[in-house]
């Protein structure tokens, strides 16, 4: 009962502080380059803890830390560091130009959650925000366990790691090219103005 109400309130408060927050961003445009409000963030982080399951926040990981850092840190290089940025500052140019932006993960507001709550998160993504669900097979969730290792991490992350994230990234057509080039440069197979024609 007591959540219900505290569910409600939660609601009712989006809904005033939204609508507070439009006629303010309405007078001013609304662009997604804008930081988010201290309202705004108070309400949709407040929303958000009042409708997460209990049973989901207090989930045990049941993966064991030391033996998935690695598998863990490329999955996160190839699918979240497009918009959470290798080292989870989301300082890169995805992240950044959502609304919300994709937080900075080291700091206390992502580190504070439980482990059963960055669970849930990354299994059913964010409404209303650029988060996307990864989760709904089993073979999933293991992987949603481990990545929750891997956050855990990130505040103790070494530049070796992230040198070593870069090369797993995805890469555009472009890049692959201009890196098939640089190879073919330095084996001596392509004349030097053909590299140095390259544009980008
Ligand atoms: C398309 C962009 C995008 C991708 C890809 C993405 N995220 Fe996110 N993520 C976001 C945004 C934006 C937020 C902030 C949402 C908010 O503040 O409500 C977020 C929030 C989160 C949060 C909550 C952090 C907090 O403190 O609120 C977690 C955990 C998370 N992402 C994990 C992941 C993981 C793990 C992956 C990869 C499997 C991933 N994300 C991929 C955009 C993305």
Redesign the pocket.
Known sequence: MRKIILLTFGFLLLIVVGGLVFLKTSAGGFSARADPTFPEIFA??TA?SLAMPSNARERINPVNKTTVLDEAME??AD??A???GNDGAGQVQ??RQ?Y????D?RKE??QT?TDGE?FY??ENG?R?????A?GGSKVGEQA?WK?VH??RHLPDLSADEIAQMEKLNPKSPDEIEQEKEEEQFLNGDAPPEAHTQHKH
Do not use: D, K, Y
């Open positions: 949709a982080r958000r999955h996160w699918h979240c497009v918009c959470h995805m992240g959502m919300p932006h994709a937080p993960m507001p992502t959650l960055l998160i990354i964010i209303l925000s650029g988060m996307p990864w949603s990545l891997f956050i």
